[in-house]
T-cell receptor, first 113, second 115 residues
Framework: GESVGLHLPTLSVQEGDNSIINCAYS??????FIWYKQESGKGPQFIID?????DKRQGQRVTVLLNKTVKHLSLQIAATQPGDSAVYFC????????????FGKGTMLLVSP | GAVVSQHPSWVICKSGTSVKIECRSL??????MFWYRQFPKQSLMLMAT?????????EQGVEKDKFLINHASLTLSTLTVTSAHPEDSSFYIC???????????FGSGTRLTVV
């Protein structure tokens, strides 16, 4: 289930389940969105991106959905594995990737074997 | 692919001293680099944007005289935390982009502890 901690919401799932991580972004003018995975003590790692002219994009085991009407992004991870345990951040920006990124609050994903 | 190297990965310093963190783009030229600060269980907060050969642009609330940024070449940006205090203890992360379509590439971060 999902719980909201003091600073970071946490999603706990069983290995093999599908995970859905949600993000509400702030700027309706943003037109490029990125999902990052951050393991403890490391920098963010690119997972998948999507431009505002799309509403869905698929990668390997991951899918990003974009709903511009309600300014909502989601990251779906299929067949979640223990190695997927990390903090996941969405980020938004204006333009093609040369502007500043604004990060969301993040969600901690805990995968139990 | 694009690689950004950040050093040191961790540092402990005494209160009142200065610490320099380096961010290098290893296989591309980074015209723009960003510096972020991240407190435990929180998101990344942008501190400043540095462009090669010009002064950095600081975000509101970030003291430019305390956090000195130098981007003297297309492959190196440095962040110097001057007169560090315990409240400056944090995880500092750099990011680089280039004009070649690599997008955003992040360094591995530097854990600063001020005692």
């Amino acid at each position: 289930g999902e719980s909201v901690g003091l600073h970071l919401p946490t999603l706990s799932v069983q290995e093999g389940d599908n995970s859905i991580i949600n993000c509400a972004y702030s700027n309706s003018a943003s037109d490029y969105f990125i999902w990052y995975k951050q393991e403890s003590g490391k920098g963010p790692q690119f997972i998948i991106d999507i431009r505002s002219n799309m509403d869905k994009r698929q990668g390997q085991r991951v899918t990003v959905l974009l709903n511009k009407t309600v300014k909502h992004l989601s990251l779906q991870i299929a067949a979640t594995q223990p190695g997927d345990s990390a903090v996941y951040f969405c980020a938004e920006t204006l333009g093609s990737g040369y502007s500043t990124l604004t990060f969301g609050k993040g969600t901690m994903l805990l995968v139990s074997p | 692919g694009a690689v950004v190297s950040q050093h040191p990965s961790w540092v402990i310093c005494k209160s009142g001293t200065s610490v320099k963190i380096e961010c290098r783009s290893l296989d591309f030229q980074a015209t723009t680099m960003f510096w972020y600060r991240q407190f435990p269980k929180q998101s990344l907060m942008l501190m400043a944007t540095s462009n090669e050969g010009s002064k950095a642009t600081y975000e509101q609330g970030v003291e430019k005289d305390k956090f000195l940024i130098n981007h003297a070449s297309l492959t190196l940006s440095t962040l110097t935390v001057t007169s560090a205090h315990p409240e400056d203890s944090s995880f500092y992360i750099c990011s680089a982009i280039s004009g070649q379509g690599y997008g955003y590439t992040f360094g591995s971060g530097t854990r600063l502890t001020v005692v």
